[in-house]
């Protein structure tokens, strides 16, 4: 008879119970993997707020206006007062910028990290009293109120912007940037390139024939 050898079979049984094992975590392993999981959301809600306006049928990009577009801007504006609204206000330097020039400056913007970046930096420059920012679609927010507007569009979004206009201002002073209005012409033309401004001014005689015509 073959004598049992006690070392090899505790050989035996400590693979058998590191075969079957269940493998677990450390504390530390545990931690890190919910701080990697945690920042993987983080970044994916930040980034869905950016990447999202591009499902939209007319989309309005995050690009920064440039020193001298808001040089521009703050040139067409000399002689005027009152409310001020940025249609698409991104970072809300222009915003910021037209109430260091004493303007009551409005901003709408569907990305809520922009929203909250503006009131940051309007609040860091001083001015926070004299402008607000909207988390807000601009299509569906009134402009009525508003005697200066400003617009840095995209091509395809100019023709139903300028119907809203159309439709809703009174006595207002249009301020298009990048893109001119496809159907008015501006009673002014400053810089040119990427930088030139359109100035147009909207009123009761502004409204296309038809509007005219039914009292709109």
């Keep these: 008879m073959v004598e049992k050898c006690e070392f090899c079979e505790e050989i035996q049984r400590q693979h058998r119970e590191s075969t079957y094992k269940t ?12 701080l990697s999981g945690g920042t993987a ?3 994916t809600t930040v980034c869905y707020a950016f990447v999202s306006p591009a ?4 989309t309005l990009p995050y690009v920064p206006a440039t020193p001298t577009q808001i040089r521009n ?17 991104g970072d809300g330097r222009i915003v910021i910028e037209t109430a260091k020039k004493g303007f009551k400056s409005d901003g709408v913007e569907l990305n809520p990290w922009l929203v909250l970046y503006s009131k940051w930096s309007a609040w860091r420059q001083g001015v926070s009293n004299y402008c607000s920012f909207f988390k807000t679609d601009l299509w569906k927010y ?3 109120p508003y005697p200066n507007i400003v617009i840095f569009g995209v091509e395809q979004m100019m023709p139903p912007l300028e119907e809203k206009f159309r439709k809703e201002l009174v006595n207002s002073c249009v301020i298009a940037c990048r893109f001119p209005l496809t159907n008015s012409k501006p009673v002014l033309t400053i810089g040119e390139g990427i930088d030139a401004v359109w ?3 909207f009123n009761q005689t502004s ?5 005219r015509k039914s009292g709109r």
């Design 23 to 34: 493998p677990t975590l450390s504390k530390t392993g545990k931690v890190l993997l919910a």
């Design 41 to 43: 959301l983080a970044l």
């Design 55 to 58: 499902f939209r049928k007319i």
């Design 73 to 89: 801007i703050v040139k067409a504006l000399e002689g005027r007062s009152g409310r001020l609204i940025d249609l698409g206000s």
């Design 142 to 144: 009134s402009l009525t």
């Design 199 to 201: 100035c147009y001014e």
């Design 207 to 211: 409204a296309s024939p038809t509007q």
